[in-house]
């Protein structure tokens, strides 16, 4: 088993950057991967192998990971980013996810 | 275009079976490992079921062990999910995803719910 820690929420001002953080024991030697989920659709992957970005996904989503965590980021966040995110690993043919992180843009 | 579509989800009774089905589309389904996942209500990702490309590893988490089983039928491009001794806690949104190290393509999900 492996634990992925988040935050339960945090919220950030229209305009502004977003980080959430995703904790786990010697993180920075795996590979992490972020999705995003909006209330009543399915997950959308939005950073994988730590910092690449699926076509379509804006610029504005970033990721690392170095150490203890893995850290998504979100650059001048709009209205639309705010959903709930989710950081994932697979391990030993297993699948590994974070509790997840409501995001809330004011 | 890439698709994945779950169903057969549905009420059911503490104790019964279930088989979900997912149909993949748009792409070249087998070369590529496959998953389950399911989110109860109001809660987090928890990922349920993986099969490589050719079904011949099969992985699960630890709440289904040993009462679910996932399949592949390459030449029908389905993946299932049968889902045995189904519990309340059991209930959720299962979603079929294609990609095993990072699952890139979710269907809509299909919902479960174990209730006598």
């Known amino acids: 088993s492996y634990e992925l820690t988040q935050p339960l929420s945090m919220s950030v001002a229209l305009g502004q950057t977003a980080s959430i953080s995703c904790g786990g024991n010697?993180?920075?030697?795996?590979?992490v991967h972020w999705y995003q989920q909006k209330p009543g659709q399915a997950p959308v992957l939005v950073i994988y192998?730590?910092?690449n970005r699926p076509s379509g996904i804006p610029e504005r989503f970033s990721g690392s990971n170095s150490g203890n965590t893995a850290t998504l980021t979100i650059s001048r966040a709009q209205g639309g980013d705010e959903a709930d995110y989710y950081c994932?690993?697979?391990?030993?043919?297993?699948?590994?996810f974070g509790g997840g992180t409501k995001l809330t843009v004011l | 275009q890439v698709q994945v579509v779950e169903s057969g989800g549905g009420v059911v009774q503490p104790g019964s079976s279930l088989r979900l089905s997912c149909a993949a589309s748009g792409f070249n389904f087998s070369t590529f490992g496959m998953h389950w996942f399911r989110q109860a209500p109001g809660k987090g990702l928890e990922w349920v079921a993986a099969i490589w490309f050719d079904g011949s590893k099969k992985y699960y988490g630890d709440s289904v062990k040993g009462r679910f089983t996932i399949s592949r039928d390459n030449s029908r491009n389905t993946v299932s999910l049968q889902m045995d001794t189904l519990r309340a806690d059991d209930t959720a949104v299962y979603y079929c995803a294609r990609g095993l190290q990072y699952p890139a393509y979710w269907g809509q999900g299909t919902l479960v719910t174990v209730s006598s």
């Open positions: 192998r730590d910092t």
């Open positions: 994932q690993v697979w391990d030993s043919g297993a699948v590994f």
């Open positions: 010697d993180i920075g030697s795996k590979t």
